[in-house]
């Protein structure tokens, strides 16, 4: 697991971050979603290769040859990460109404890039 500590020096910087992040995830799940589309129809046009191969190389799964059915499914699974980020930081957006000092420091703890908490800093430093 990663652990990623973002601290931003005033609302609207947070609030940037947050919209910037959720523009960001939509154009990535389009993107995504035309290649999921693009390998369904080479699906059905082509026959499956079936000389796949598995290996591990310095700790690491290589798929040698794969078909097109591991890709999709890979892309599926890309897919619906980019989902769960996308209603995370969605989510986060409830935070606004609370953040009413303009001027307050907001940090969000990152965890493998996703959103689990937040503290605020009312402190004039």
């Known amino acids: 697991m990663t652990i990623n500590f ?3 020096d005033s609302v609207p910087d947070f609030k940037r971050h947050i919209e910037q992040t959720i523009a960001e995830t939509k154009t990535s799940m389009g ?15 082509r026959a499956s290769s079936t000389d796949t191969k598995k290996l591990d190389i310095a700790g690491f799964r290589v798929l040698v040859n794969p078909t097109i059915e591991h890709e999709l499914k890979l892309m599926e699974e890309t897919f619906s990460s980019l989902q769960e980020r996308l209603e995370l930081f969605e989510k986060s ?8 000092n303009q001027s307050m420091k ?11 908490a937040f503290m605020l800093d ?3 430093d």
Request: charged share 35%; hydrophobic share 40%; proline share 5%.
């Open 106 to 116: 907001v940090a969000v703890v990152l965890e493998d890039g996703l959103p689990s």
């Open 6 to 8: 973002l601290v931003f």
């Open 122 to 124: 009312l402190r004039k």
């Open 31 to 45: 993107t995504q979603m035309r290649r999921i589309d693009e390998a369904k129809k080479r699906l059905k046009n």
């Open 93 to 100: 957006k409830e935070l606004f109404p609370h953040l009413t």
